[in-house]
């Protein structure tokens, strides 16, 4: 319903490049989006892994994709090295924004995990239930779980993973928002990611911090959400009813029909 969010200030901490779609989402709901991306997401440092596994893309069985970015930095290289589709392995994808990400280089997602995205939900299906002797390529970033290939190579697969990006700190400084949270409020904080959770902490230091874990928060994932309790939120976070943009929105204003205030 539009209008759902008027008078609703919403901190945005993705990363500035990945931050339009859900800022714009907010904006339409009528909210205030206020951006504050605490890291910047980068190409990896060498990137002699992704060419080579790129250049013999075809040899895999399954490629896996963890997230959006690791399908905007693996996709073009992959698709200037592949001419011929109809060779290409099983390609799965965590979510439906990596599964767009992919189709934009022509290379079509035909896995998704079972119920809620992410790697459980992936090794829940019947693809990833047999895979003895399958060779299995996980593009990633920097920072990601082990859990997909610890638990593929325990099934007996032949695991590569190759990191695609890093996950860096920005350079935006506190103060400015420090100084409009005081004095405008902030009505709830969004959490994409384990290591947004912990650059926003460290970042909100003293009097920051204590504005910050008194908030009201949506987490894109359980994961996230058990990190943020960690680090002391004082509400229980708010875990998103999918992990993607329309879901945190979603969570945000089934939120305030409840907390119109």
């Known amino acids: 319903m539009p209008g759902e969010l008027v008078g609703l200030r919403v901190l945005v901490t993705r990363p500035a490049s990945q931050a339009g779609h859900l800022v714009k989402l907010i904006e339409t709901a009528g909210g205030t989006a206020v951006r504050f991306p605490v890291v910047e ?44 589709t109809s060779g290409l392995p099983l390609i799965a994808a965590l979510g439906d924004g990596t599964a767009r990400a992919l189709a934009t280089h022509n290379l079509v ?38 859990t997909l290939a610890e ?5 007996g697969a032949d695991v590569e993973v190759v990191e695609c990006y890093r996950v860096v700190s920005s350079a935006v400084e506190p103060g400015p928002l420090l100084d409009e949270w005081c004095n405008q409020g902030m009505g709830i904080v969004t959490v994409t990611s384990v290591r947004i959770a ?9 009097n920051g911090r204590s504005l910050l874990l008194r908030a009201p928060l949506v987490a894109i994932s359980e994961r996230v959400a058990r990190a943020c309790w960690q680090l002391g939120w ?15 929105v979603n969570t945000i204003k089934h939120w305030r029909r409840t907390n119109p205030s």
């Open 151 to 155: 638990t593929l190579a325990a099934r």
């Open 234 to 248: 004082q509400q229980t976070p708010l875990v998103a009813e999918q992990a993607n943009d329309v879901g945190i």
């Open 198 to 206: 912990e650059n926003l902490y460290q970042r909100l230091a003293a």
């Open 109 to 146: 997602a035909s896995l998704l995990p079972i119920g809620r995205y992410g790697a459980d939900g992936l090794l829940a299906t019947a693809a990833l239930s047999r895979v003895t002797g399958l060779r299995i390529a996980i593009f990633a970033g920097d920072t990601g779980r082990p």
């Open 41 to 84: 997401v980068v190409p990896t440092a060498d990137t002699t892994r992704l060419n080579r596994a790129a250049k013999r893309f075809s040899a895999f069985d399954i490629a896996i994709f963890v997230s959006a970015n690791a399908a905007r930095y693996a996709a073009p290289q992959i698709a200037a090295h592949t001419s011929d």
